[in-house]
RNA sequence: GCGAGGGUGGCGGAACUGGCAGACGCACUAGACUUAGGAUCUAGCGGGCAACCGUGGGGGUUCAAAUCCCCCCCUUCGCACCA
């Protein structure tokens, strides 16, 4: 508009500028935004505010989950900018991980190379997107400058006695002679060979992150800006439960303690049950008649996987193992079974069996015709244990239990595990669900564990000093499946940094779980080459004020990122205990009801959008098409309608600028026009001036309260509505450009987060000097809302009959004497008597008519 | 089975503490401008001729219920033998 060239089309002269030209827009002020990094973090002063969207796999191209969790971070950083915060809104890669060595199987490229290309690509991708990250701190978890600092970390967990190794059961293809991951398997076959698979025990790593159950489970009442869904999630996941642990013991004085949370029901037991992997077993079995028939179960129930072991749907099958526990409290002499519904991994791997008292027992005890012993009566009526169809597990009083008869279960809880500390058969306990976390991968892609291992000096770690331990890069990448670590013998060969002499290294890397667990650490300070980070910049930026991404990460991601948090924290590295002081958790992208995935092919292309109808466009639509929390629906005809709100606002601009006029001088620059807020206005100005108030009222608070884009969005529409209306309909004699102008500038303000280029190509295009995101948000005008007018309701038995304007401050009887005298109104109450007349204030009248 | 969401026009969704149900957008219908329109603008748009009826169904509280209470149905997600 500054430059007015035209344009000879066939319809005659047409100013050039009147089309929004998307695609000329987006890339100028891309250029610019990439030469002159307006978006870097300032150093550490003033208000921070952390804005982190959770980094993706570099898995090629972005889809449109990603698009929609990036608009949304960049509208909330954006935004928060504006509000004259120092923002951090950095970026990186989620590097590590099995589709770069699937495709280097497949395609022969090395998944480094075959990596790097997608982060290239994916990055172009963000920046035709016109996000607004902090280049200047991306990470990629495959870097040897990050990952040395995922190997340092675990060198700590390894010292403070909180990474330790332990044979845990994998799965394991006989055919590849290698392990499998769970996504490996499909029906219980190798995914790649089609052999079944078995499971195996193999000696690997683990974090200690049961340490943390308390604190984990503890501070999730802190966390009061998380979704309860995700805390319910994770509380569940933790599954704290207390009980005793009552120290069981076979006839010939074995120990075999068992956890429950029924003390009260103990001496009802009249069977145990073992898991077939409990150690205690062999020793069991040994020499008894049924020993040959007891390993067959064994090695049968060993067989099955953990998905169909541990599914309600699978019959509870057992056998006796021929020997005999002692109950501690009564002395009762009970068979001991092994059954495969018996975890070996969670509380002793042992249970005693109360039938009477649950489910699951008394299913397995009449199948195998165990006896079924009552001990807590019910007040209403009495159990016969012959007769009972269930378990009963509802609250009653003891019976059959010795000095306990009598007594409410509910207090004999509590009282049996006390009797029980106190003849030392038993201890209170406290037991989780969650399990320490196996971080080992038998994979190529990952960061190597540093550890290294000595004939002479058994498991050495591998000095700081001597990090990183790098990833070799001529391997073989074979479909055979096995690591390709354990063949490069450059790798595994080594000298013991201990003794100096002859040394295997691991081969196993981590799970890359354990480097999305700190990288919101390392953005703080992201090129720092003697730590992960300088504590003065982690404390400054963390925790994290806003973190966004997708819901499936509710419990693994977060609970890891967490427990990493907390022990950074104890080493001193930070202060926060806690990453993520708010989180969102978007919803997902659907096409025609359903995910949108390469299979179902109802996939559409960020790129294709964006070429279409630009990055504005799709911004807008992603935004306003569904609340971020919620499930969003795709429609290409939407997202046209996006693109013809933007044509919209361009128009109404392009219009009006002749007559709002440039800025008079630079000096405004900073402040937003001001419109006089007297009554020397005409009342069509001030109505519009209350609308552009009104506006910016709702948008500040449906961004910064509710993260309701879509509802700040159709407000931003509606004042663009109206603005047509006023220039349309209104004389142009009576037309305030002040007012005008103020409009137009505080829509581009409100529009700045949503629509990052349009919005600041139009800034200029008034005669704004500076950029549009960096102006300050606007603040509306408590004066501009106020209106003379309301419009009220009037209903008669609850239903509206008329409306009535008057002015706002009107005595509510004088309101109800009006509405009572209403012609509509005496119509429906016709030959009723009045009776209550309701009058809420700027709402409505309603009379009761009887 | 347990836990947490969700159910509102043809569609996506509004309605914030009980106070005009359907904002905003899409689709659709009619018209205007036009050589043309898949551009733009104008008007209409829950159902019913109407009285009225309408927020998954049924009951209740209230002057007033999408919103609060009770019962039920459907649906999505998470966990799924954790003793």
């Not at 340490?211 to 800006?225: C, F, I, R, S, W």
């Not at 390709?484 to 040394?503: D, I, Q, R």
């Not at 309301?790 to 309101?815: F, M, S, Y």
Request: charged share 25%; aromatic share 10%.
């Amino acid at each position: 508009m500054r430059t007015r060239g035209f344009l000879i089309m066939a319809k005659g002269v047409v100013p050039v500028q009147e089309k929004y030209q998307f695609s000329a827009v987006e890339e100028k002020w891309q250029k610019k935004w990439e030469e002159e990094k307006p978006y870097e973090a300032r150093s550490n002063q003033g208000q921070k505010y952390y804005c982190l969207e959770m980094f993706p796999y570099p898995s090629g191209r972005l889809h449109m989950g990603h698009v929609r969790n990036y608009s949304i971070g960049d509208v909330v950083a954006r935004f928060h900018r504006m509000q004259g915060d120092n923002v951090i809104h950095p970026m990186g890669w989620d590097a590590f991980g099995l589709p770069a060595e699937n495709a280097a199987i497949k395609h022969g490229i090395h998944p480094a190379e075959w990596t790097w290309q997608n982060i290239d690509h994916m990055r172009a991708q963000m920046k035709r997107l016109g996000l607004s990250y902090d280049w200047s701190r991306e990470v990629a978890s495959c870097a040897p400058e990050y990952y040395r600092w995922t190997q340092w970390f675990f060198l700590q967990l390894y010292k403070k006695g909180l990474a330790y190794k332990k044979k845990a059961a994998v799965n394991w293809c006989p055919s590849c002679a290698t392990v499998l991951a769970n996504e490996q398997v499909v029906d219980g076959r190798c995914e790649r060979c089609d052999t079944e698979v078995t499971r195996t025990d193999l000696e690997q790593w683990f974090f200690k992150i049961t340490d943390y159950a308390d604190k984990l489970l503890a501070n999730l009442e802190k966390l009061t800006g998380w979704p309860d869904k995700v805390k319910i999630m994770q509380e569940n996941w933790i599954g704290r439960s207390e009980g005793v642990e009552a120290f069981f013991k076979t006839e010939n004085g074995l120990p075999l303690p068992v956890f429950t949370t029924r003390p009260d029901t103990i001496y009802g037991v009249t069977y145990m049950v073992v898991a077939p992997e409990h150690p205690v077993v062999d020793e069991l079995i040994k020499g008894t008649p049924n020993e040959a028939v007891v390993r067959r179960f064994i090695a049968e129930v060993r067989a099955q996987d953990d998905i169909t072991r541990t599914s309600t749907e699978t019959e509870k099958k057992g056998i006796f193992s021929g020997a005999y526990a002692i109950n501690p409290v009564n002395g009762a002499k009970i068979p001991i079974w092994l059954a495969n519904y018996v975890l070996a991994s969670y509380g002793t791997g042992a249970v005693m069996g109360v039938p009477a008292h649950d489910q699951r027992d008394f299913e397995f005890a009449r199948k195998y015709g165990l006896p079924v012993v009552v001990v807590i009566q019910p007040l209403d009526r009495e159990l016969d244990a012959a007769a009972m169809r269930e378990a009963y597990v509802d609250e009653g009083r003891l019976v059959r239990s010795g000095r306990f008869d009598g007594m409410e279960n509910l207090a004999a809880i509590r009282e049996i595990g006390r009797y029980m500390e106190e003849k030392g058969v038993g201890k209170r306990t406290v037991n989780y669900r969650l399990r320490d976390w196996l971080v080992s991968r038998q994979r190529y892609w990952g960061a190597p564990i540093p550890i290294v291992y000595c004939p002479e000096c058994g498991t050495v770690p591998v000095p700081e000093k001597d990090l990183p331990v790098l990833l070799p890069r001529d391997v073989e990448f074979t479909p055979h499946g096995e690591s390709p670590l354990a063949k490069s013998e450059s790798f595994v060969n080594t000298t013991c940094p201990h003794c100096g002499g002859p040394a295997r290294r691991e081969t196993d890397t981590m799970d890359t779980f354990v480097c999305s667990s700190w990288y919101f650490a390392r953005y703080t300070d992201a090129s720092n080459r003697d730590l992960p980070f300088a504590k003065a910049e982690a404390d400054y930026w963390l925790p994290v004020d806003q973190y966004i991404g997708g819901v499936e990460h509710a419990i693994l991601h977060l609970m890891y990122a967490r427990f990493f948090t907390m022990v950074m924290h104890d080493l001193g590295l930070l202060e926060t205990e806690e990453p993520f002081t708010n989180l969102l958790t978007q919803g997902m992208v659907l096409m025609e009801g359903s995910k949108m995935s390469k299979s179902r092919g109802n996939i559409v292309d960020p790129d294709e959008i964006v070429n279409t109808y630009g990055a504005d466009t799709a911004r807008l639509f992603i935004l306003f098409a569904a609340p971020p929390e919620r499930d969003l629906e795709w429609s290409e005809q939407g997202v046209e309608g996006s693109y013809r709100f933007l044509s919209r606002v361009w128009r109404l601009v392009a219009d009006l600028e002749p007559r709002i006029g440039t800025a008079p001088d630079d000096s405004r620059s900073g402040k937003v026009a001001q419109a006089g807020t007297g009554g020397d206005l005409p009342r069509s100005a001030r109505d519009l001036r209350r609308q552009t108030h009104l506006t910016i009222k709702k948008v500040s608070e449906d961004i910064s309260q509710r993260f309701n884009f879509n509802t700040a969005i159709s407000s931003i529409m509606e004042l663009v509505n109206a603005a047509y209306l006023y220039k349309d309909r209104v004389p142009v004699e009576e037309q305030v450009p002040g007012v005008l102008r103020e409009l137009v500038e505080t829509l581009l303000l409100l529009l700045a987060p949503f629509a990052p280029h349009l919005t600041e190509e139009l800034w200029h295009e008034l005669g704004n000097a500076r950029s549009i995101h960096g102006m300050p948000w606007p603040r509306y005008d408590p004066a501009a809302l106020a209106a003379e007018e309301v419009t009220i309701v009037v209903q008669v038995n609850g239903k509206v009959r008329d409306r009535l304007t008057v002015p706002i401050e009107i005595d509510p009887e004088e309101l109800k004497e009006m509405a009572l005298g209403m012609e509509k109104v005496r119509e429906f109450i016709g030959g009723k008597s009045v009776g209550n007349v309701v009058v809420v204030p700027k709402k409505l009248v309603n009379i009761v008519a009887r």
